[in-house]
């Protein structure tokens, strides 16, 4: 969960975690990004004649005055897509073949469970960092914990070492977000490497 102030100016650095779903999207807020933001970007398309087919990210801003787009991605977002495809509880690839084709068919089943990730960078991340140290990466003993690598590779002796500003990120899953939240945090602190850093307030209600 972002948390965003006009007190303070700087790098944008948007991917340092994601829940979903997000506790601060409730049924007005929806309803409001549907009418206000979805809908009207759906007839510009159409108005502009553009037969688009694939996947629209839309990156908001919460404020007082309603939602605001940050930007438009035809992506998957991460961390974003880090904690929705582990909520989708079919196969998505038939849905997204059928999209590519022009004519979508079948539904996205998804878990009731929560998903909070949380993303391990490499020190002076946005900015200037180093390469190169060894990763000490457990095996997760549990099912409700996925690792994603970014910036990470395997050097001349087989060892995993960091390869980038964002190394990593641990996804939990659980029925609720202080839950998911606890088990992300709790597996990312078995994590070492050199330089490492992570927020610590992400997923905070």
């Known amino acids: 969960m972002k948390r965003f102030t006009t007190e303070k ?4 650095q948007g991917e ?3 829940v979903s779903p997000s506790p601060q999207i409730n049924a007005t807020t929806k309803e409001t990004i549907k009418n206000k933001i979805i809908e009207p970007f759906m007839e510009g398309l159409k108005k502009e004649g553009i037969n688009f087919k694939g996947t629209v990210f839309f990156g908001l801003m919460l404020t007082k005055k309603g939602p605001f787009v940050l930007e438009f991605n035809v992506r998957f ?7 929705i495809l582990p909520r989708i509880e079919n196969d998505i690839v038939p849905l997204l073949l059928s999209v590519a084709k022009g004519k979508l068919e079948g ?5 009731s469970n929560v998903a909070v990730n949380v993303v391990a960078v490499s020190r002076g991340y946005p900015g200037k960092y180093e390469k ?5 990466l457990p ?3 549990s099912s409700n914990i996925i690792v994603f690598h970014a910036g990470t590779k395997l050097n001349e002796e087989g060892k995993l070492v960091t390869n980038g500003g964002r190394v990593l990120s641990v996804t939990a899953l659980a029925p609720d977000v202080e839950s998911a939240r606890k088990e992300a945090y709790g597996f990312l602190k078995q994590i070492k490497f050199k330089g490492m850093f992570f927020r610590k307030d992400i997923a905070v209600i």
């Not at 100016?9 to 944008?12: H, L, N, P, V």
């Not at 977002?77 to 904690?83: I, K, L, R």
């Not at 539904?107 to 878990?111: A, F, R, V, Y």
Request: proline share 7%.
């Open 139 to 141: 095996e997760p003993t």
């Open 77 to 83: 977002g991460d961390p974003e897509t880090q904690v």
């Open 132 to 136: 190169g140290f060894e990763i000490n």
């Open 107 to 111: 539904n996205i089943k998804i878990s």
């Open 9 to 12: 100016k700087g790098q944008t």
């Open 16 to 18: 340092w975690g994601a």
